[in-house]
């Protein structure tokens, strides 16, 4: 829950990490609700490539016309301002070999929905829907700095596929085959 970081914008991580998703892959999209609201999505891509490239067309341009890209000293942008960064210097990783792992998926719950199997069921949704749809493999992203999470997606069978930058800015890309 990053209410409390994000106050001066709600909405700066969901427009990048959400909405998309719901808007071109409503299929791929899982939201969990419990007694208190939403806590939780998984979401996913069937094809990277053409995800992100009309991403890149269609839903980027808008977002860089209304949340201008922050100018100083980046030490001192607020969480919201760093978010509208990334909207101006987008993220488009696709780790090799591409052909083997050409979907792409993510996954947020809040703590009070964790360690209780929604988040394993919820990727196992979403990748069973990929493989439906053909997929041979998915691909996704982690924090190097989250480590329960990478013990989680390998408890999944996903592998590291590749490695990019270090400390809490670095990222592991993991992947699984379907």
């Known amino acids: 829950d990053g209410e409390p970081f994000y106050r001066e914008d709600p909405d700066a991580l969901g427009r990048l990490f959400v909405g998309p ?13 419990d007694d208190q609201g939403i806590c939780g999505y998984a979401l996913g891509a069937l094809d990277s490539k053409t995800f992100f490239a009309r991403y890149e067309k269609e839903w980027r341009p808008d977002l860089c016309a209304r949340f201008p890209m922050p100018t100083g000293d980046p030490n001192q942008w607020t969480r919201s301002q760093m978010v509208h960064s990334w909207y101006h210097s987008p993220d488009y990783t696709m780790p090799e070999p591409y052909a083997e792992y050409p979907s792409h998926l993510h996954i947020d719950l809040l703590e009070r929905a964790q360690g209780r199997g929604y988040g394993r069921r919820m990727i196992d949704m979403v990748m069973a829907a990929l493989r439906q749809r053909g997929s041979p493999g998915a691909h996704l992203g982690v924090s190097m700095m989250n480590a329960p999470a990478f013990g989680f997606y390998q408890r999944l069978c996903f592998k590291e596929l590749l490695r990019v930058g270090e400390g809490q800015d670095g990222c592991v890309y993991m992947g699984k085959k379907l």
Do not use: R, V
């Open 21 to 33: 998703y719901l808007a071109y892959e409503p299929d791929l999209s899982h939201i969990l609700e």
